[in-house]
Nanobody, 124 residues
Framework: QVQLVESGGGLVQPGGSLRLSCAAS????????IGWFRQAPGKEREGVSC????????YYADSVKGRFTISRDAAKNTVYLQMNNLKPEDTGVYYC?????????????????WGQGTQVTVSS
């Protein structure tokens, strides 16, 4: 059973930074996609960033490009999302999502496994 556990969320002022972590376990294949999604109150869940296990290539939503960076530590089976220059519109619950057999997970409907989520609040 694939399990994903997020951590690192919290309250931060606009312009601040946070680093989210997603600890993954239970993959039965070395080929999978893993990434980050977020859901603001009253809005649909949206893709933020993802990374391919095959070659480390990445995807970023236009809204976070240049501010967020996704990375991975294969030895720790962990994926990170470094979030810089945070804006109030970045507020929401951030979820780690993964699917075996895909290179990328860009839309929520492509995700097979979800973490429990971690709250990110950007406010003065």
């Amino acid at each position: 059973q694939v399990q994903l556990v997020e951590s690192g969320g919290g309250l931060v002022q606009p312009g601040g930074s946070l680093r989210l972590s997603c600890a993954a376990s239970g993959f039965t294949s070395d080929y999978y996609a893993i990434g980050w999604f977020r859901q603001a109150p009253g809005k649909e869940r949206e893709g933020v960033s993802c990374i391919a296990s095959s070659d480390g290539s990445t995807y970023y939503a236009d809204s976070v490009k240049g501010r967020f960076t996704i990375s991975r530590d294969a030895a720790k089976n962990t994926v990170y999302l470094q979030m810089n220059n945070l804006k109030p519109e970045d507020t929401g619950v951030y979820y780690c999502g993964a699917t075996q057999g895909l290179k990328y997970v860009v839309v929520p409907s492509s995700v097979r496994y979800w973490g429990q989520g971690t709250q990110v609040t950007v406010s003065s």
